[in-house]
C-alpha cells in the first residue's frame, strides 16, 4: 500500500547531502512530490522538507536517513495525522472566529481540542460550534497559579499547538519553556514596531502610513519571537485609534490564520530567532 | 484673467468655518475646484485645502480670509510657482537616480538647484543632467563645522526644500530648526520599525517577512519626524540583508519621490508629529 | 436634544454649492463633524457627504437644502438607525462565515434578517447564529420560478442591502432592476479579469503572479457593476488553483466585509458605472 | 581552479531524477550552493536550477548530466559572463531611465548594448549615460520595413535580451518567432484585466481600485506572453486616468526591472504560457 510522509531535516551543511538523502529515496523507490532546500551559509545548517509516496516502513526510513545526515540532524518523517490544537482567548472574538469558521468548514486541518479563556466572553461563541470551552480566570490568582490551571488542563489533553488568538496576558519562561516551538502568537503591529501594550494607539500617535500585524513562534523575549507571517494595512490621518483597531482586526485574523496554516502543514523551521518558510 | 491659487487653512477649530471661508470664495465669485478638510477633534483644529479659480487679487482674498479665521490662524494662498528643491546625498544613486529622470523628464514639479554631496561619489551622475553638484567633505570637519558649510552654499541659493536622498549623516538641532518642516528625508525601514543605523542588517537580524521605507519630515529627535509616506516589501528566508537592502532600495526611491510629489503639490500638513495628506 | 445626521448629496455641479449648503448648516446651528466633497469636472457632477450634530428637525433641514440645490438633486438625511441586510448565498462558507462573525461580536453596524440559500449546505452554520435560514432551491425551478420564490420570501422582510456572499447564481435583469443599487455582490477575481464562470481557474491557465478580488452592486452586466473594493493576493507557480481558490478565499471575504462596511455607513455614492467612497 | 555554474534543467519529469542529477554532482565534488526545484504534475514536467561550484570542466558536466537526464531534457550549464541587453522605446522616459540609472550604478548586471527608438525623444537621455542611442523611425514605413530595419541593427550586435521600455509598437510574428522567450515587454496594466491600447483609460473607465502593471515575455498573443512579475498601486475616485497613468509609471518600471532582474539571473523558466520562477 502507498505511504505519503513529509520529511524533516535541519541539521549541519555538509557536502553531498542531497545525493546521500536522495539516494535514500531512490533506493527505496520513492516518488519525490516536492522538494523545498535551503542552506543558511552563515550558520552552515541546512534544511529540506520532502514529500515522498511509496511502499515503505517510516521507521525504517528514519533510520536510513540518520545513517547518512550528520550527528544531531534534527530528522523527522511524517506520516499524514491530523494534528490538533489547544487555542487561549480573552475577549476579543475576529481571530478565534476565523479559526472556527475554518474549522467548521472543513478548511482548518486540524482539530480543536479545547478553547481556554481568562475571561468566559467567548464562551457562547465557541459553543455554537460544539467545542469545548473552558473559562480558566486568571484575577484573584497569581501568574503562576492561573497558568498552573491551564497546564492542568492542557496537559490532560493531547495537541500538537497552542494559539494564542488575541490572548492578553504575557506568559512565564516556565510556561514558554515547556511548550517551545508549540505556541503560536499574533501581534497586533508589524513587528518590531510597536512591541508592548496597545500597539494601535502607539501607531496612532507615531502618525503612522500603514499597520500591520505579525504571527510569531512565542519565546520568552516578549514580542521578540521567531516571525511566521507578516501582512500591513494602510490607514491615513483620518483613522483614530480605534478606527485603527479595527482595520488592523482583518489582518491580524489573516496573517493568524495563514500562520496557523503553514505550521499545520509543517512548512515552518525554526532557525534561531528567524524562521524557514517552505 | 483667470487666477488659480491653493488655500491652506490650518487653525483651531470654531462653528461655521466652512461656512465663512466658502462664502469669502463665493462673494468674490470664485470656482472651487478642489476641496477637503479635516477636523482633529481631540486637538480641536480645522484643516482645509481648497484649489479656488476666479478673478482675484491674491492679497485682498487673504485678507477677507483672515477675517473670518480665528486668531493665529496658519492661512496661505499659493499661486501657481515652481518650486525649489536642494538635494543632500552621499554615495547611493538609486534615490537620486529617480528624481533626476523625473526632472529630466518634466514630470517633476520643481527645479533642483543643486545636488550637494558630502561624498563626490555621485557628482558623475548628477553632471550628465546638467545641475550643479557640490562637493562638501565631512571628514576631517566638525559637524558644526561641515553644516556651515552646507549652510553656506544652501543659503546663497532660494529653496523651497531640502530633500535627503540617503544622505547618511545625522543632522544637528540647529540645523534642523533653522530649516523646520522643510527638510525631507527618507528612512530604509518602516518606521518605527529599526531606528538608526543599518536597518536592513536589523531586519534580516530580526527575521522579518516584510521591509519598508518610510519618508518623513526631519524633526530633532533622530528619525521620528511627521512621516509623508510609507511603503513596504515581502522578503523571505532566502533574503541576506544585501539582498533586502537591494529589493528595498526600490521601496525608497518609490516613497520618498511619492513624498516629495505630494509636498511640492501642497497636500502635506504637519500637525505636530503627524501629517495630515490631502 | 442633539441630533446627528448624515446628509448626502448628489447633484449637477454648480458654483456656491458649498457656500449655500454651509450656509443651511450655519444657521440651523449645526457642528460639522466630518466633510467630504468630490466634483467630477467631466460629468458636471457634485457629491458631499457631511455629518452634521445639533437640534434641528430632519424635514426641515431637508427642506431647506432642497431650496438651495440644483433641481433633481439626490438628496438624503440619514438618521442614526440601524440597516437591515439580507444575505444570499450557495454553499461556500467564508464570506457568510466572516459576517455571522462580525455580527455576533456587534462589530456589523447591521441586522441579518435572513440567509437565503439556493442549497441547503449552510444552514447548520447559520442557525448556530439564531438568525433565519431559508432553502429556495432552484433546481427544477426555471430562473424566473426561483427569482419569484426568492423576492416573495425579501419582500415580505424589510431590508436595506441584499448582500450576495458567494452566491453562485446570476440574477435577471428584472430582478436586479427592481432593487437597484442594493445587491452588493463579491467576485473573486481582479475584475475586469477574469469575468465568468471560474476565474481561479482562468487565473491559473492565464499564469497570473496576483489574483484579486472585487465587491460590486449588481447590474444587469455580468460583474460590469460599480466597483466598490478591490484587493490583491500574491501567488506564484507552485499554486494549483485549487490552492489559488483557497489563498483568494481570505481576499473575498475580507473586501466583501469591507465594502458592506463602507456601503452600511453610507460612504459610497454610486455615479454611473463607478463609485465615489468618503 | 574553483568554477561556479548555473545548472538549468527542464525536462520530462521521472523517478529518481533529483538523485541521478545530485550524484553528478556528488561524482563531481561539486558544493550547491542553491537548489530549487518544481515539478509541475499535470504536465509531468520537472524544472531544476542548482548553483554548483568546484572544479569542473563544464562540457564534461553537462555531458555527464545529459546522460543521466531524459531525452530532449533542455539543459543549461551557465557560466559566470555577464549579459547583454538591447532596449527598445518610443517617447517615455520612466522605464527606460529606471533601467539606465541601475546600469550606470553597477546594480544591473548586464551590459546595454544599443538603445533603439521609434521616435528620437530619448536619444538626449540615452546619451547622457554614453550608451548608443539609434533612431528608427517608424513613419512611412510598412511594420515590415521598419521591423527589417530594426532587425539589421540588433542582428548586427550581440544580445541575449530585447527588453521592450515602453515600446509603443505591436510586433509582428516574424519578429517574435526570431527572438523567442528573449523578449521582455511591460505592459501597463494587470493583465489580463485592460488588453491593447491605452488601459489607464479602460481602468478609469471601468472604475478600478486597484490599478497594475505585468511584465512578461512576449510571443504572437497580443499581451498574452508568459508573465514575470506583476504589481499594483491603488488608486480612487478622485483619480483621472492621467493620474492613473503617473501613478501606474512607478509600478510599471519597478515590475519592468524586477523581471529583468529575474531574467538576467536565469531564474525564470517558460513553461508553456507561463513562467516558474526560482
Redesign the interface.
Known sequence: METKAKVLIDCQDA??L???I??V??DN?L?????????D?SAEKFFMRTVVTGQFEPHELEEELREVLPANADLRVILPKRKKIILLVTKE??AL??I???H??G?LEADIEAVIGNHNTLEE?VC??NIPFMHIPAEGYSREEHEENVMQVIDALEFDYLVLAKYMRILTPAFVGKYEKRIINIHHS?????IGANPYKQAYD?????I?ATAHFVTNDLDEG???????I?V???FSWKDMQ?AGR?GEK?VL??ALNLVLHDRVFV???????F
Chains 1, 2, 3, 4 share one sequence.
Open positions: 557536502k553531498g542531497v545525493y546521500r536522495s539516494k529515496f531512490f523507490d516518488n519525490i512530490d516536492n522538494n523545498r532546500e535551503f542552506v551559509k472574538s475576529h472566529g476565523d472556527l469558521i475554518r467548521a468548514d478548511e461563541l455554537k460550534f508589524f513587528l518590531p514596531a510597536f507615531r502618525g503612522v502610513k500603514i500591520g521567531p516571525i511566521i507571517a507578516q501582512d500591513v494602510p491615513n490621518h483620518r479595527r482583518d489573516i490564520s495563514r532557525h534561531g530567532n528567524k524562521t524557514i518558510i
